[in-house]
């Protein structure tokens, strides 16, 4: 017993030394600040003669960088829902039975999708599609209104809205799952709320109020906050959420008699509002996803020019124009950034030189392993983001795969130091 203490001892000893070691390190190494460069994959449907390309968009990718999404067949025809890998390229999802078009909104790491399928006799449907199998989520009153699936987790559970009486109006966030069916949150402080994403956990995010004055709210095992609007706003909505319980949105604050409102980005973490960067020359931007680092990805904005956006990324209190950072050819634009994994993928849509509309996939390129925050350098800010997710498991910040944040995570990072 005396000897297993004694090891015991001596291993937190180890332990210890080696985070001053690195500490010290930290303090002494002049800090980087660095910003990934990414390589840039284009997906986009097949030429529809004489109509052209058909426009493309992917809306999620998971953390094997699996793509899905939808595009107009033949450019004005119903949507076709796909999911692409980098293996098979661009594979079309079979619609569902008795249906016309559908789309997929997002996709789990069990390369379960989820989205809207238009019904032959129904209308609107939510479903979920699992290895060449659909289950169709209907709404209150199943032969009438509508369903719409938002997101799923890795335990299938999906979430979204649906109409609760035979009108279009008005509907209410639900989770389901195949175990327990659904469970709707209600409208809250409605006439109207929607679910915008849900954590393996379970914590579930989204909106209650009306399309235009709505706030964030705040869903876990039948307990709600509701966040308000953002500071200064009139209203606020929830792009995602990760597994340290951040939150990033939008929400639309007034500029001024006369004027239209603008949106304004921000990151909620634990009571606390940060209101996003925008890019000079905009005055608005839109965050619609972040992963565990947060790095967050978006759109810019500006009321002079709805049309005008370009795919944004925020990390570390900067923004950056993912223009700039992508290897992209000449006449090639993204224009709005839709969701990032872990890896720091991002999935996002925009233009190429005839204007058509195409999906990018952005992979970092040459990351080092010890890059757990995502900026391509290692440095004091990886340090600062693996102690504090020291322990945990499912983190970013288990470097070498063995399912927690421990020292050999710690080595991993120190040997890759100033990489």
């Not at 070691?21 to 990934?36: E, K, N, R, T």
């Not at 990718?61 to 980098?86: A, I, M």
């Not at 005839?354 to 990886?382: E, H, K, M, Q, Y």
């Amino acid at each position: 017993m005396m000897m297993m203490m004694t090891r015991d001892i001596m291993r937190l000893q180890t332990k210890w030394t080696l985070l001053m070691g690195v500490l010290i390190l930290a303090v002494l190494a002049p800090g980087a600040a660095g910003q990934c460069q990414y390589e840039v994959t284009i997906i986009q449907a097949e030429e529809c003669p004489p109509y052209g390309y058909p426009p493309t968009t992917g809306l999620s990718l998971n953390e094997s960088g699996h793509v899905v999404g939808y595009y107009k067949y033949c450019v004005v025809g119903p949507d076709v829902p796909f999911l692409w890998t980098r293996e098979t390229g661009m594979i079309d999802l079979p619609l569902p039975p008795d249906s016309y078009e559908a789309r997929a909104e997002d996709i789990n790491n069990d390369d379960q999708v989820v989205g809207l399928m238009i019904h032959n006799d129904y209308g609107h449907r939510a479903f979920i599609y699992d290895d060449g199998e659909y289950t169709v989520l209907p709404p209150v009153i199943h032969d009438r209104g509508w369903s719409y699936a938002t997101a799923i987790n890795d335990h299938a559970q999906v979430v979204g809205y649906r109409s609760i009486t035979e009108e279009v109006d008005p509907y209410n966030a639900f989770v389901w799952s195949a175990e327990e069916g659904f469970t709707d949150l209600g409208i809250m402080e409605g006439p109207f709320s929607s679910a915008t994403d849900i954590l393996d956990s379970g914590v579930v995010v989204g909106w209650t109020g009306t399309p235009l004055v709505k706030q964030v709210f705040l869903w876990e095992h039948g307990d709600t906050i509701l966040l308000g609007p953002v500071p200064g706003g009139s209203s606020s909505a929830a792009g995602g959420i990760n597994r340290r319980r951040q939150i990033a949105g939008a929400g639309r604050v007034e500029v001024g008699r006369g004027r239209a409102s603008i949106w304004k980005s921000f990151l909620w973490d634990d009571g606390k509002w940060t209101i996003l960067s925008m890019l000079p020359g905009y005055d608005g931007a839109t965050a619609r996803d972040l992963n565990d680092v947060p790095q967050i990805v978006g759109q810019s904005n500006t009321t002079e020019n709805p049309n005008d956006h370009r795919a944004l990324l925020w990390q570390q209190g900067e923004v950056y124009d993912l223009n700039e950072l992508a290897v992209i050819d000449p006449g090639f634009t993204i224009q709005r950034a839709y969701d990032i994994n872990n890896a720091g993928q991002i999935v996002a849509d925009g233009h190429n030189p005839i204007n058509s509309t195409i999906t990018f996939v952005l992979t970092p390129v040459d990351r080092p392993a010890g890059d757990v925050d995502g900026d391509c350098d290692v440095d004091v800010g990886d340090l600062l983001f693996l102690l504090s997710e020291w322990g945990n498991t499912n983190s970013p910040g288990d470097i070498n795969g063995d399912g927690i944040v421990n020292v050999f995570d710690l080595l991993a990072l120190l040997a890759d130091w100033g990489a």
